[in-house]
């Protein structure tokens, strides 16, 4: 049953009228008007229809009508301009009338017609209020038995018109109680399945808000979401999931579209291993990411929720946090073993000569351990010392073919090595905007990096820039072994080296000289050696 509220009826109790109840007195109209035009035929065939037909001008004139009052209800009750009730009454009131004063005319009771009130209260017990009902019933009740006195006092009626009569009035009451009965039961399932529906919308449209409101709050999540199924295919994601990952997802990818190392770790996770805590690097900036996987049921084969958090920057974050208090004191320490240094590297040197000109072996094997570590102590300090002058610089547009090509060539002439074991390859004629000293000085620790731990053949260390719209990449590549994941996140920590004679500096002190230049250092995985990538600014500086 269609559960749309027409209109509502004023009173104590405010009911709503289903759709239906208008369609069944549209109906029942319409049944009025093929009824009086019924009427108005059989009476033309009076003879043949009724045994007792007195009065045709006035039966025809009574059918006409009714038929012209049926069509002036069609109007209101297509517009609706009135209340269901008043409606109701109205026709009601039209056919008890109309229809007694035809079956008078027709030859009472037994001429039939009677039993279309039946039709009538049937529509009247639609009413919401059964007084209303009643009182039509009553109303037809009391018509039928005064037809039926008229008839008994003008045309000598028996005593059997009157038990007619009052099975026809049973018949009224029951058919208009049966139908108020029915009416009311449909009304109420009527209102029921309103309230369902009203409850059913407003729970659809808080499921809506609440979609919108997961999707909002999973878009601005600082942190990459991606959604995926048993088969590893990615369901829904935010924008950071694009922006760390560097893909465009498309409708059905897999994980292995995001990043081979994600899929492999997503293939282990299925299989129930434990994943390593340490993060892995995707994209060419370099970008080290941590994957966790959070089961979407006990058994992992229903999918995940992927949650991908950016390391590089907590790293430095933490980094930082971890440098502020040392600081101070590294500086102040360096300065304050300066002086000290200074006069045991002279006392070195006095004693050195001192035993030359004594011939003593043992001094000078002395002297040469002592100078030897007064010389690392003073690296030491230098770096140290180095990092309180990093803001002293002067940016200049840099060519970087000339410039690569002359440090390469100092540098194999300090570190006695042959200019082939370094390739450069550098397509077009890059600028970058650089301190000269600042650039020299990170470049130098990664050779001596690369020279450190390269097989020493020709193209052993190889150098590649490409050049972007605002960004130039430099990659510092060697031939020996990587460096493994679980030591990458300590690579850039100051005062920590896998080599005895390090100071540990080095690469920290380059990738600070690279941030104040606007540059940033990364190291990059590779399959056959390891790389570091220093991304500059073009020019204009």
């Not at 039209?94 to 039946?118: A, E, K, R, Y």
Request: hydrophobic share 50%; with cysteine; aromatic share 8%.
């Amino acid at each position: 049953m269609n559960t749309a509220v027409a209109e509502t009826d004023p009173g104590p109790n405010t009911v709503a009228v289903p759709e239906a109840f208008w369609r069944s007195l549209g109906h029942l109209n319409s049944f009025r008007i093929f009824l009086a035009i019924a009427l108005g035929i059989a009476g033309i065939l009076a003879d043949q229809t009724f045994h007792r037909f007195e009065y045709p001008l006035l039966f025809q004139g009574t059918c006409l009508v009714y038929l012209l009052v049926a069509l002036l209800f069609r109007s209101p009750l297509l517009a609706r301009r009135e209340r269901f009730a008043r409606q109701v009454g109205r026709q009601a009131l039209v056919d008890i009338v109309c229809i007694t004063l035809l079956m008078h005319l027709s030859g009472g009771n037994s001429s039939g017609i009677g039993l279309l009130l039946i039709v009538t209260l049937a529509a009247a017990g639609m009413l919401a209020d059964r007084r209303m009902v009643l009182f039509w019933s009553a109303t037809a009740t009391l018509a039928v038995l005064g037809e039926q006195i008229v008839a008994a006092v003008t045309l000598d009626g028996g005593a059997g018109g009157f038990a007619r009569a009052g099975f026809l009035s049973l018949g009224l009451f029951a058919s208009a109680l049966l139908s108020h009965a029915l009416a009311k039961g449909a009304q109420t399932a009527s209102l029921e399945a309103a309230v369902i529906g009203r409850r059913a919308a407003e729970i659809g449209r808080q499921a809506a808000s609440l979609e919108r409101i997961n999707e909002r709050v999973i878009q601005e999540l600082p942190y990459a979401v991606m959604a995926v199924d048993g088969a590893g295919v990615v369901l829904q994601h935010n924008a950071r999931a694009g922006e760390l990952l560097g893909v465009r997802f498309f409708p059905h990818c897999g994980l292995g579209h995001c990043s081979p190392r994600l899929a492999e770790m997503w293939s282990r996770w299925c299989a129930g291993e434990i994943l390593p805590a340490h993060p892995f690097q995707v994209g060419r900036e370099g970008l080290r990411l941590r994957a966790r996987f959070i089961e979407l049921e006990p058994t992992r084969s229903e999918g995940a929720i992927v949650v991908l958090e950016d390391m590089t920057d907590l790293e430095a974050q933490a980094q930082r946090m971890k440098l502020a208090s040392l600081g101070m004191l590294t500086a102040n320490l360096a300065h304050e073993i300066r002086n000290p240094l200074s006069a045991i590297s002279h006392a070195a040197g006095l004693l050195r000569e001192e035993a030359r000109e004594s011939h003593s072996a043992a001094a000078e094997k002395l002297s040469t351990i002592i100078s030897g570590n007064a010389e690392r102590l003073n690296w030491l300090v230098d770096d140290v010392l180095s990092l309180n002058r990093r803001d002293r610089l002067t940016r200049e547009a840099l060519p970087l073919v000339p410039w690569l090509n002359a440090f390469v060539e100092q540098f194999a002439q300090r570190e006695e090595m042959p200019v082939a074991f370094v390739a450069v390859q550098v397509a077009g004629e890059p600028v970058i905007c650089f301190d000269t000293a600042h650039l020299e000085q990170i470049f130098w620790n990664l050779f001596r990096n690369a020279s450190r731990f390269c097989l020493k053949l020709p193209g052993s260390i190889r150098i590649r820039a490409v050049a972007g719209e605002t960004r130039v990449d430099v990659d510092v590549a060697n031939d020996g072994p990587g460096i493994p994941a679980t030591l990458q996140s300590r690579l850039f920590e100051p005062f920590y080296t896998t080599d005895k004679a390090g100071t540990g500096l080095g690469l920290y002190l380059a990738r600070e000289l690279a941030e104040v230049n606007g540059a940033s250092l990364h190291y990059v995985d590779i399959p056959d050696g390891a790389m570091f990538r220093l991304s500059c600014q073009t020019t204009p500086c």
